[in-house]
């Protein structure tokens, strides 16, 4: 079967509609970038204080909000545990972000050096590169630890990302994106917040949208044009993700280390009817795209469902 060549693509419609011209849609990309980014060593002020009593999570995004163990707690123990949680988030993005850096990598390798498209894909690179270490400087600024993920999802990636179709990678990218700026656009309006953990995820929010469109854009016209086979890998490849990914968002780690007992917290963290609404409503957006785009099928769809992210 020949490939589809861009002006063939004029034809391909998936349920969203006609698909759009790569290169059309990496040139406003392009252009969002350059009145639209961020350096943060300049754009925010690392030298101010910690802010006393104000909140490095909003605490309705907390992990046990709402839960008898978090009823229980002190204003000073959830204000931490929020500090620990945030350290933990961030830790995961930077992950995710090193995954996805070289998952465009590859994608790029080989397509033409001097198209808008790769010429996007190495600039979301160097957002990414700045994003990664914005958020070391946050948790050191913070003084919680770094939370790395466990050590068999640190080398399960390893495989993910080297067996990993283009669709695949995209998919991925997609839910290690939305499901955080979801969280991320509540933040960085809410003054109860920490003012630099405000001013972070504002750059993160603008910046990333960007980043989501592109890969929509790109898991769209590989779900039509890629072969059967590549489809399903990816919608499996996808709901291991989605599980992995559920896994990971809050290492049980930050329970200890604000003195709480790891078991009960963890019991009463997939127990609670408010964080299960709140990850579904954080990837709702994304779960209806990837279902109007045939991703959540089959085997797959279960594997999302187990992940607590698809009712």
């Known amino acids: 079967m020949t490939a589809p060549t861009e002006q063939d693509f004029r034809l391909l419609r998936d349920a969203l509609g006609p698909l759009r011209d790569r290169e059309q849609v990496a040139e406003r990309l392009l252009e969002s ?3 639209h980014s961020f350096d943060p060593e300049t754009e925010l002020d690392w030298d101010a204080p910690i802010e006393e009593g104000k909140w490095f999570w909003p605490p309705e995004l907390v992990s046990l909000y709402d839960t008898p163990l978090w009823k229980r707690m002190s204003e ?4 931490d545990l929020a500090r620990h949680e945030a350290a933990s988030l961030a830790s995961l993005g930077i992950w995710f972000e090193i ?13 033409s050096l001097t198209s808008n498209h790769v010429r996007y894909a190495l600039t979301e690179i160097a957002d990414e590169c700045r994003h990664s270490m914005m958020f070391a400087r946050m948790i050191q600024k913070g003084g919680a630890p770094a939370y790395p993920v466990p050590r068999i999802y640190h080398n399960l ?35 109860r917040v920490q003012t630099l953990v405000r001013g972070v995820t504002r750059i993160h929010v603008v910046e990333e949208a960007r980043h989501v469109r592109y890969a929509r854009e790109e898991l769209r016209r590989q779900m039509v044009t890629a072969p059967r086979w590549e489809q399903e890998f990816t ?10 990914f559920s896994t990971c968002f809050v290492n049980p780690k930050v329970y200890e280390n604000v003195g709480l007992d790891r078991r009960q917290a963890v019991a009463q963290v997939k127990a609670s009817g408010h ?3 709140v990850m579904q ?14 991703v959540l099928r089959g085997p797959g769809r279960r594997l999302w469902k187990s992940s607590g992210l698809l009712p």
């Open 33 to 35: 970038s350059l009145k």
């Open 76 to 79: 000073e123990q959830r204000l």
């Open 99 to 111: 995954i996805l850096m070289q998952l465009l990598v590859r994608h790029i390798y080989d397509k």
């Open 157 to 191: 990636a390893r495989v993910l990302k080297t067996v990993s179709t283009t669709p695949g990678s995209f998919a991925a990218t997609l839910l290690g994106e939305e499901i955080l700026d979801w969280m991320q656009r509540l933040t960085f309006p809410d003054e």
């Open 235 to 244: 919608r499996l490849s996808c709901g291991e993700a989605a599980r992995v």
């Open 275 to 277: 964080r299960r609404e």
């Open 281 to 294: 409503s954080g990837a709702r957006r994304l779960t209806d795209f990837l279902d109007d785009i045939g």
